[in-house]
């Protein structure tokens, strides 16, 4: 393989594999609070806490501050584990899915079918992201590949 092909591809595979160490399951719930105030405005996290209710739902509790305004915003994610093994151990929430059954906005509860549009929306928002930041690798890692002279 070439040193060319062998880099672009190492950088396409560090794009795919690279990114927030944070759980899915609260950069889910962050993006929602966007989707659900329509704020450009970025909010600003306060406190985030993770509640784990043994094979009941998981609760994903984040305090926020926003355009001055303070809320509060869990998500509550079903227990999915088939059995439980090292991995469910070393790491809990692993054992509950990853899309939300449940989000209390301010302490009100969202209607499910309003929740799987935004959810829709958020993961749209996000999977367009992990796209363009991939495209930009790509293009930073050619133009750093092109031999000097050539075009």
Request: hydrophobic content about 35%; some cysteine; overall charge negative.
């Amino acid at each position: 393989m070439s040193k060319r092909l062998y880099v672009l591809v190492l950088s396409t595979l560090l794009v795919a594999c690279s990114g927030s160490t944070e759980d899915v399951r609260v950069t889910l719930c962050k993006d929602l609070v966007s989707e659900i105030t329509a704020e450009k405005v970025e909010a600003s996290w306060d406190q985030e806490q993770m509640k784990f209710n043994g094979y009941e739902d998981m609760e994903v509790a984040i305090s926020f501050t926003q355009s001055g305004a303070s809320g509060k915003i869990s998500c509550f994610y079903p227990y999915d584990a088939v059995e439980e093994n090292a991995m469910t151990h070393s790491d809990p929430a692993s054992a509950h899915a990853t899309y939300p059954s449940l989000v209390k906005f301010n302490n009100k509860a969202i209607n499910s079918s309003e929740l799987a549009k935004m959810i829709n929306r958020v993961l749209l928002k996000q999977g367009k992201q992990a796209v363009k930041k991939g495209q930009e690798v790509i293009k930073t890692s050619v133009e750093e590949l092109k031999i000097p002279g050539t075009d």
